[in-house]
């Protein structure tokens, strides 16, 4: 079996792992996203003492995903204090003489979930994660999306709720999806932790509308096959249901797919793959990253 050391980048934590080309965890371990010397130091001491074959890395963004650029690999303009414009990839690549796959954290999510979650045998997904921010994964025609930059759907601006007065709390652009419907943003608002309010508060079908927005904007822009949505704000299971709703209501009979007509609880749904999806994805991306290097025959 071959070895692929994972690397899931979060602002708030690492998660680090072996895996196989099965998608299956054979090791992991976690610690908390500090400055960048500690916490690649930290990384790069984990799989010092493995033995990997390729080693893939799903990251916090914005990020350089441009080949060619001299900035590739790179953290660029994240509001994440001290990591700007850090060499993240050129960092690992120092140390490990392997194959190594970079992209956005969400992206890997999306490919986690193409290669052996909820969206497997699948040509298109998208990967939503809703927690501290809110990012988007783009797997489209069998490939992640990728143009100038990495999609950002998190920032996509939103309609107002009618019964929102919140302002907002995004530092880029104030009312967007992530300013509207992040964790961060449930608790400015209602003053409480999300996992604190009861299920039939109204902040849940407030956070539905938000998230079914985007959605439905993708729904009509992508089409993608499967919509998945992971995240800590969405381990509050009684927004599946309020999102499906939404979604269905938003687009009103013009899309006659039958996966939304008649069974968006198979179209919209948790990850595959659960809390592992990250990791997972970032095996996909070293794993892709070692068969990219083989000669065909």
Same mark, same amino acid.
């Given at each position: 079996m071959l070895r692929i050391g994972g690397i899931e980048a979060g602002g708030t934590k690492f998660v680090c792992g072996v895996g196989n080309e099965c998608g299956e965890v054979v090791d992991s371990i976690s610690f908390p996203t500090e400055d960048p010397e500690t916490t690649l130091g930290k990384a790069i001491a984990y799989f010092k003492e493995k033995s990997v074959d390729a080693i893939g890395i799903g990251s916090f963004g914005?990020?350089?995903?441009r080949l060619g650029s001299p900035t590739y690999g790179y953290v660029t303009t994240t509001p994440k204090p001290g990591w700007g414009n850090v060499n993240f990839l050129g960092t690992l690549r120092r140390e490990f003489d392997v194959p190594c796959g970079w992209n956005t954290d969400v992206n890997a999510a999306a490919f986690g979930e193409a290669t052996w979650g909820a969206a497997k045998g699948l040509k298109s997904c998208l990967y939503y994660t809703v927690g501290t921010g809110i990012g988007i994964g783009v797997f489209l025609e069998g490939r992640l999306v990728q143009g *100038?930059?990495?999609?950002?759907? /998190?920032?996509? *601006?939103?309609?107002?709720?009618? /019964?929102d007065d919140f302002a907002g709390l995004c530092p880029y652009h104030g009312d967007c999806l992530e300013g509207m419907a992040s964790g961060p943003a449930i608790e400015a608002r209602w003053n409480v932790k999300g996992h604190e309010l009861p299920s039939s508060h109204p902040a849940w079908e407030m956070e539905a509308y938000y998230i079914a927005q985007s959605i439905t904007g993708a729904v009509l822009l992508n089409s993608?096959?499967?919509?998945?949505?992971g995240g800590g704000v969405m381990q509050q299971s009684q927004l599946f249901p309020l999102i499906r709703e939404a979604v269905k209501a938003n687009l009103?009979?013009?899309?006659?797919a039958?996966?939304?007509a008649e069974r968006m609880d198979e179209y919209i749904v948790p990850p595959?793959?659960?809390?592992q999806a990250g990791l997972c994805?970032?095996?996909a991306l070293g794993l892709a990253a070692l068969q990219s290097q083989v000669p065909s025959l």
């Open positions: 914005p990020i350089d995903l *100038l930059v990495h999609p950002e759907g /998190g920032h996509m *601006l939103t309609r107002r709720h009618p /019964g993608p096959e499967k919509v998945i949505l009103n009979g013009y899309v006659s039958g996966e939304i595959g793959l659960g809390q994805g970032a095996f």
